[in-house]
């Protein structure tokens, strides 16, 4: 099993809800051997495994690219907007 998909798998699909129904404590929880063991999990084949982990963590690159833009768009807005509306003190 690809590792990526099993992590997408138990964070995002109904296995992560079953293993939380059986996890234990308050302040820290544990989740014990036996009770991944009694999760059961729907798989397709190694490849598309694979493929489904490649295709969500390129989406991953996508979104952390979108965020570095934003965050420089934002920049440029508050540099116009700054030299545009100048305060009366530096005047």
């Given at each position: 099993?690809?590792?990526?998909?099993?992590?997408?798998?138990?964070?995002?699909g109904q296995p992560h809800?079953?293993?939380a129904n059986r996890a234990q404590g308050k302040s820290v929880?544990?989740?014990?051997?036996?009770?991944?063991?009694?999760t059961s999990l729907?798989?397709?084949?190694?490849?598309?495994?694979?493929?489904?982990?490649?295709?969500?963590?390129?989406?991953d690159e996508l979104i952390a690219a979108k965020r570095k833009s934003i965050v420089k768009l934002r920049n440029i807005k508050k540099a116009c907007l700054?030299?545009?509306?100048?305060?009366d003190t530096e005047l």
């Amino acid at each position: 099993m690809d590792s990526v998909f099993l992590a997408l798998m138990l964070t995002y699909g109904q296995p992560h809800y079953d293993v939380a129904n059986r996890a234990q404590g308050k302040s820290v929880v544990h989740i014990y051997n036996d009770d991944i063991k009694q999760t059961s999990l729907m798989y397709p084949s190694l490849d598309e495994q694979r493929a489904i982990g490649e295709y969500f963590r390129n989406l991953d690159e996508l979104i952390a690219a979108k965020r570095k833009s934003i965050v420089k768009l934002r920049n440029i807005k508050k540099a116009c907007l700054s030299k545009m509306f100048v305060n009366d003190t530096e005047l």
